[in-house]
């Protein structure tokens, strides 16, 4: 999971802080919330505990097609119920056995861009 304080920066255009931080993906007050699907529907662990704490709205979008785990794709998702973060970016992460560190560092890259 990655938080920022996306909002502010872009309303300013100052630097976008980030943080990587592990657990409570749904708990973290900040102004968004990166979390990863893989290609074939799989939550990451951050994923699935914004999943549970908005009662399965997030598996729900992905069951529906509405969100994709291909590589470098995007969502939105805003104002989860039970999410304390008012903006959720859900980052397709591609093939979860090609997924590797330099992919890892191509998804925050895009990430990155998307905050933008």
């Known amino acids: 999971m990655v938080t920022g304080g996306a909002a502010e920066s872009i309303m300013s255009l100052q630097p976008i802080e980030f943080r990587i931080t592990l657990g409570q993906a749904a708990r973290v007050s900040t102004d968004a919330v990166i979390v990863g699907i893989f290609e074939d529907g799989t939550l990451t662990s951050a994923a699935g505990e914004i ?66």
């Open 51 to 116: 999943d549970h704490a908005s009662d399965g709205a997030l598996q729900r979008l992905v069951d529906s097609g509405d969100i994709s785990g291909r590589s470098g794709r995007h969502s939105w998702l805003l104002a989860l119920p039970g999410v304390a973060a008012p903006r959720v970016l859900v980052a397709g992460l591609g093939d979860a056995n090609k997924f590797d560190r330099g992919k890892f560092v191509r998804a925050c890259r895009d990430a990155a861009r998307v905050l933008r």
